[in-house]
């Protein structure tokens, strides 16, 4: 059984120790998903939720992944939750759709810094790109883990990982256009 399994067992148990070595253990590559697929400022929040339900079904967890995979997918559902519940609330606000994607493209990024940088470029891609892109390489989940956890197929990740990698290169070549323009 993996650290976490064992700490997931004990903290069913009731383990306030095991919980919380459970989040510590988990919580930079869970906020990191919510960041990126909900926003950043948001991104604390969706985080708790994700916890709160997992720890409300962790009595549930089969070990048929991983409790990593089995936790991602929880945070991937309370962020697609998370933005559905917006869209609502938006949508008594908005006349048309092109007012509503407008609306999408919040540009939520600090301007300092590199990891700025990277935000502005993850907001820019599509949302199924975005998360096969931050689950396989800002997380590091294998392809196989990174499809379990977007429910899909392997293949469906690594196409929308290499066309989220075409889309970076070219708002990089774009950027680069544009400070060369003034």
């Given at each position: 059984?993996?650290?976490?399994?064992?700490?997931?067992?004990?903290?069913?148990?009731?383990?306030?120790?095991?919980?919380?070595?459970?989040?510590?253990?988990?919580?930079?590559?869970?906020?990191?998903?919510?960041?990126?697929?909900?926003?950043?400022?948001?991104?604390?929040?969706?985080?708790?939720?994700?916890?709160?339900?997992?720890?409300?079904?962790?009595?549930?967890?089969?070990g048929r992944s991983s409790l990593r995979t089995w936790l991602l997918s929880i945070a991937r559902r309370v962020c697609a939750d998370a933005v559905r519940s917006r869209k609502r609330r938006r949508l008594t606000l908005v006349r048309d759709d092109a007012d509503l994607?407008?609306?999408?493209?919040?540009?939520?990024?600090?301007?300092?810094?590199?990891?700025?940088?990277?935000?502005?470029?993850?907001?820019?891609?599509?949302?199924?790109?975005?998360?096969?892109?931050?689950?396989?390489?800002?997380?590091?989940?294998?392809?196989?883990?990174?499809?379990?956890?977007?429910?899909?197929?392997?293949?469906?990740?690594?196409?929308?990982?290499?066309?989220?990698?075409?889309?970076?290169?070219?708002?990089?070549?774009?950027?680069?256009?544009?400070?060369?323009?003034?």
């Amino acid at each position: 059984m993996e650290e976490l399994e064992r700490l997931a067992a004990v903290a069913v148990d009731g383990d306030p120790l095991a919980a919380a070595a459970l989040v510590r253990a988990t919580q930079t590559d869970v906020w990191r998903l919510c960041a990126a697929l909900g926003d950043r400022q948001s991104a604390d929040d969706l985080t708790q939720e994700t916890y709160l339900r997992a720890f409300g079904a962790l009595h549930r967890f089969e070990g048929r992944s991983s409790l990593r995979t089995w936790l991602l997918s929880i945070a991937r559902r309370v962020c697609a939750d998370a933005v559905r519940s917006r869209k609502r609330r938006r949508l008594t606000l908005v006349r048309d759709d092109a007012d509503l994607e407008s609306l999408d493209r919040s540009d939520v990024a600090d301007r300092v810094g590199e990891g700025a940088v990277v935000t502005d470029l993850l907001d820019r891609l599509a949302p199924d790109r975005r998360e096969a892109f931050v689950l396989t390489q800002l997380l590091g989940l294998p392809y196989a883990e990174a499809a379990e956890v977007a429910g899909c197929p392997v293949g469906t990740i690594r196409s929308r990982v290499a066309r989220a990698r075409a889309d970076l290169v070219d708002a990089l070549a774009d950027e680069g256009a544009d400070a060369a323009n003034g």
